[in-house]
């Protein structure tokens, strides 16, 4: 007995040895401070700085994709962060100003904010891109054909030896190679099959979203700047019916955007994933040139949003469902039966471009009663309640099952209390799971707060401080006093 008793104390001993996987995880993220930044970043050629306050949602948020993707990065390229609450000299010296903020740094030096998704997958793919090369050098057709044969886009510029245009096209891909993937060849000859003479740069559409309707390659041979090739990439590199994904939305919802969610994989099913998107590309080649874009997309990839967003709801069929979300923030759904021709499709831009379609609009029903100190808004009162061009409006967005927003209720019930004698200042909230949150207010995390001055004469102001009344009231007083100075029409609180 006393034998099998050691044996389990030896056991548990063993196991104490060795770290939790979150534990693990942890340690991948290196944690440097004002007293060892410098020193341990030169360190790493390649390094992604979070820089965050404990106390931010977002950056609770951010953090286990953060030290997930450090993980699957390691010995690759290291992730790190950087209290600024504690490590303000090092904070002030890279300007950071609100969290979390993430910055790229190559051997120590600062070379840009990373503007990527700030998911695991998102933060493999741009990093990845990070390290190696700024542009791969290509010596031969062979080199040509393995780099260009990829699952994305590739940029390839061809010039002399020596040349300024080459020069220009490397600095270029320093700065873009975050977003796209680049190489360069002082072989001329290898963009003869393309139609292309002299120095130019070519823009290979990935193999994978081939079709009919437009060239897979594109030739750019312009003055070269590096903002002209920005623009020639911006303008060319998702053509007609670009493939959405969580890493793109971003940029592709910049314009007035249609999607078409269907069983899209390019991975295990090409020739499916094209059948539908070719006839999207039909409807919208008839549509080109009216203002709108047009996209396919994973429909399970983006089920959530389907879900709540747009209020669809999914028994597994097969054909394909369509969206409109405009560049403000409004949305139209397609409720039709998609068809195989594509008239439902063409029939439903048809009401959109006429005006007959109705916007989508998640709310929860306008409260009969809203007399508390405390207002209560919804998607549909939210104009009327928060962009009262007469009031300044502060705004909780939270969410029922944040345990944060719950410990924050007392503190901004106080905080209304105190602000009540002021009949210019109305304290407010949303639940932000249940109503679609207007345009200008970024809601990442709960609980978010923003101060909306009177006549919206500028941009709601975020609140990014302590959780406490007295630095609430103080973020309060300083906003309405700016308001004081843009309208002029109101007593000092």
Request: a neutral charge; glycine letters at 6%.
């Given at each position: ?10 056991l ?17 993220v ?19 700085v979070?820089?965050?306050a404990p106390?931010c ?5 951010l953090?286990?994709?953060f030290?997930?993707a450090a ?8 992730l790190a ?7 303000t000299?090092t ?11 993430l ?7 600062d ?5 990527g ?7 493999l793919?741009?990093m990845?891109r ?9 010596e ?9 044969n990829?699952y994305?886009?590739?940029i390839?510029?061809l010039?002399?030896p020596?040349?300024?245009g ?6 270029a ?27 130019c ?6 193999p994978?979203l ?9 030739v ?15 303008d ?9 994904t ?5 940029r592709?919802r ?10 899209l994989?390019y ?10 998107r070719n ?9 080109r ?10 429909r ?8 709540e ?15 409109i979300?405009?560049?403000l923030g ?37 409260p009969e009663r809203?007399?508390g100190?405390i ?18 409006v ?21 905080l209304?209390?105190q602000?009540s ?23 990442q ?5 923003y ?35 843009i ?7």
């Amino acid at each position: 007995m006393a034998g099998f008793v050691m044996y389990l104390l030896a056991l548990m001993c063993a196991w104490g040895s060795f770290p939790a996987a979150g534990a693990a995880r942890s340690r991948d993220v290196l944690e440097l401070t004002d007293a060892d930044f410098d020193y341990l970043a030169t360190e790493h050629e390649t390094m992604l700085v979070k820089f965050y306050a404990p106390w931010c949602g977002h950056c609770k948020k951010l953090a286990p994709d953060f030290e997930k993707a450090a993980t699957k990065l390691k010995g690759t390229v290291q992730l790190a962060k950087v209290d600024c609450t504690v490590n303000t000299e090092t904070c002030s010296r890279f300007g950071v100003t609100g969290y979390p903020a993430l910055k790229i740094f190559r051997n120590g030096r600062d070379t840009g904010p990373y503007d990527g998704p700030r998911s695991i997958e998102g933060i493999l793919q741009v990093m990845k891109r990070q390290s190696g090369p700024d542009s791969v050098l290509l010596e031969s057709k062979a080199d040509l054909q393995r780099f260009v044969n990829h699952y994305d886009a590739s940029i390839v510029g061809l010039f002399a030896p020596e040349s300024a245009g080459l020069a220009e096209f490397l600095k270029a891909a320093g700065l873009l190679r975050e977003q796209f993937r680049f190489a360069h060849s002082t072989d001329l000859s290898l963009g003869q099959e393309y139609n292309a003479t002299g120095e130019c740069v070519l823009l290979f559409r990935p193999p994978r979203l081939s079709n009919k309707f437009e060239d897979s390659v594109v030739v750019f041979s312009d003055f070269l700047t590096i903002t002209s090739l920005r623009r020639f990439i911006r303008d060319n590199i998702f053509g007609l019916v670009p493939h959405l994904t969580a890493e793109n939305r971003e940029r592709l919802r910049v314009k007035d955007l249609l999607t078409v969610y269907y069983d899209l994989d390019y991975v295990h099913n090409v020739r499916g994933s094209n059948y539908w998107r070719n006839r999207v590309m039909l409807v919208a080649s008839k549509f080109r040139g009216r203002g709108l874009s047009f996209s396919v997309a994973n429909r399970r990839e983006f089920e959530t949003e389907l879900q709540e967003e747009f209020g669809f709801g999914f028994d597994g069929g097969e054909l394909p469902v369509a969206t409109i979300r405009t560049r403000l923030g409004q949305k139209y759904s397609m409720r039709e039966e998609f068809t195989r021709d594509g008239r439902s499709l063409e029939r439903f831009l048809e009401d959109y471009f006429s005006g007959r379609l109705k916007r989508y609009i998640k709310s929860e029903p306008v409260p009969e009663r809203n007399n508390g100190l405390i207002k209560v808004v919804v998607a549909e009162s939210f104009a009327e309640i928060v962009e009262n061009p007469q009031k300044d409006v502060l705004i909780l967005f939270y969410s029922p099952l944040c345990q944060h927003c719950k410990k924050l209720e007392p503190v901004y019930n106080q905080l209304a209390s105190q602000l009540s004698s002021d009949p210019d200042v109305v304290v407010a909230q949303m639940n932000a799971l249940d109503n679609d949150v207007p345009l200008g207010y970024d809601v990442q995390g709960f609980p978010t707060i923003y101060f909306s001055a009177a006549g919206r004469k500028h941009e709601p102001a975020r609140y990014e401080g302590p959780r406490e009344v007295k630095d609430l009231l103080k973020f309060v007083k300083r906003e309405a006093s700016h308001s004081l100075k843009i309208h002029g029409n109101r007593e000092e609180l």
